[in-house]
């Protein structure tokens, strides 16, 4: 566990000497800025909050009896959740990346001759992968919370909105509502992670493995109509990555339940892991 641990801590170390590391927390903090910026300054509060409250949720609100909350920190925060698709982009940048790089400067050898085994160093990897993933999101909130702090201000510390909970729309607290979003972006961000750490391991390189992923993940909705027709689509990938619209009851393919849906990305991701570990394990690095 100590080599396992020592391991996670001189990656996580080598991840910040890329300047494409930082570069990605410099981009977050631009995006929230300048969304904050443009929502504060430019944008008309009105029309923000008819945008956000469409008429269907405006009925919502109605019918329980609950007011429609001003554009406040924690709006600001919500909004702002959307931004893990781009944290789940550089995750896969990264953990492509962090096995591709091994292989092009020719350090995977000196990588394996240590100690720990080979099922140790690749976990060592894959946890670091994690971890910064869960930092970016950290990152995000964190940031977003003082941001919109300064320029929005807080009307209540844990206010109660409505929301679509899967039953249909009820009251449940923003953080409650937040969490719930952080969750069902955090599943595909994981399954997509894993999926450019296989393919990284599998052909040596980075490249397929950044292009194929982001494809995958930006592209999913395309994908899964183009085959919606037919039986097969319902167990593709691209079908369940979009866990907020399964779960709200408006999957992309016609029956789909979260519960199912969540099968089938356990399904594949036990795949990657077990094709991605295998391979490692066996492969020959004399030659690299």
Known sequence: ???????????????????????????????????????????NQSMIIDATFQSELVQAYQSVGVEIPAYDMWAFVADNISLISFITIFIIVAAAKIISNEY???????????????????????????????VLILYTIILSMIIGLIFFGV?????????????????????????KNILFSLVPLIIVATLSFMIAILFKG??????????????APIIT??????????????????????????????????????AVLIVYYIIFMIVGWLTFKKRDVAGN
């Open 104 to 134: 092009k400067w020719g350090t995977i050898k000196l990588l394996l001759i240590r100690p720990a085994g080979r099922g140790t160093v690749l976990t060592s990897k894959y946890i670091t992968v994690l971890l910064f993933a869960v």
């Open 155 to 179: 009307d209540a510390w844990n206010p109660i909105i409505v929301d679509n909970m899967g039953s249909g729309y009820t009251e449940v607290s923003i953080i409650t509502s937040i969490g």
């Open 225 to 262: 109509m183009l085959v919606s027709r037919y039986e097969i689509a319902k167990y593709l990938l691209t079908a369940h990555l979009d866990l907020q619209s399964i779960f709200a009851g408006a999957p992309l393919i016609e029956g789909t339940t979260i519960g199912f849906s969540i």
């Open 1 to 43: 566990m100590s080599n396992l641990s020592q391991l996670i801590k001189n990656e996580f170390i080598k991840l910040h000497h890329y300047k494409s590391t930082w570069a990605m927390y410099i981009i977050i903090a631009v995006l929230l800025v300048g969304g904050a910026i443009i929502t504060n300054f430019v944008a």
């Open 206 to 219: 980075s490249a397929m493995a950044i292009a194929a992923s982001i494809v995958i993940f930006i592209a």
